[in-house]
């Protein structure tokens, strides 16, 4: 406010006595200090304040990244189960409506000959999974379901329903299977698929 009263004064006043020239030179000092510091604030941050933005990002990411790859994992393998679970059941059905072949020889025969099963259902593509489940990838797992135990024609007396995940430690840390007896295993780490009804059993069962 005096800064502004002696600019005042020194713009209207016709004549100034030595105190007021030197008050209006003070005051004229201040006001260009003044719209300097202004016009530094309005620069924006400086590098410090950047890097510090910087560091804190990057400690945040470090810290979430992590629990998202968990949360992500946790969520594909709760499909994985659910898939395993749903391809038995579709062995068990298939067996029931075609008991001349018993359990289906691939998972490719339990689902469509395209995506709407425009042909219907035949013992070679029964339409009992859908068209995404039966390729034999979903959700970051890989999966297989065959019959066995059949042979010179007999039908197929025991299957085998697994899952492994396509990379290991990314989209999954465990595999699942299933056999005849419907019930869960699971094989904590890496390795492949459980190809028979042998290699599953050994499986611990889950809790």
């Known amino acids: 406010m005096v800064t502004s009263d002696a600019l005042f004064v020194c713009s209207t006043a016709p004549r100034l006595s030595l105190s ?15 719209q300097r510091t202004n016009m530094r604030r309005q620069k924006g ?19 979430a990244i992590p629990n998202l790859l968990r949360a992500k994992i946790a969520a594909d393998e709760s499909s994985a189960a659910t898939s395993i679970r749903q391809m038995s ?71 085998v329903s697994s899952s492994a995940p396509v990379t290991y430690n990314v989209t999954g840390v465990k595999n699942f299977c299933m056999v005849t007896d419907g019930v869960l295993r699971i094989n904590p780490g890496p390795a492949a698929m ?8 050994a499986y611990p069962i889950a809790q």
């Open 45 to 63: 941050f400086s590098l410090i304040e950047l890097l510090i933005v910087v560091a804190i990002i990057l400690i945040i990411a470090a810290i």
């Open 89 to 159: 059941t579709a062995q068990i059905t298939y067996a029931a409506t075609y008991p001349a072949v018993g359990y289906a020889a691939t998972l490719g025969t339990l689902g469509p000959a395209d995506p709407n099963c425009t042909a219907g259902p035949s013992s070679s593509n029964a339409c009992i999974l859908d068209n995404v489940l039966s390729t034999g990838l979903k959700s970051g797992y890989q999966f297989m379901s065959a019959g066995s135990g059949g042979g010179s024609g007999a039908p197929n007396v025991q299957f």
């Open 194 to 201: 459980a190809p028979d009804v042998a290699t599953c059993t």
């Open 20 to 34: 007021n020239f030197r008050n209006c030179r003070m005051a004229i000092q201040m006001r260009v200090e003044e």
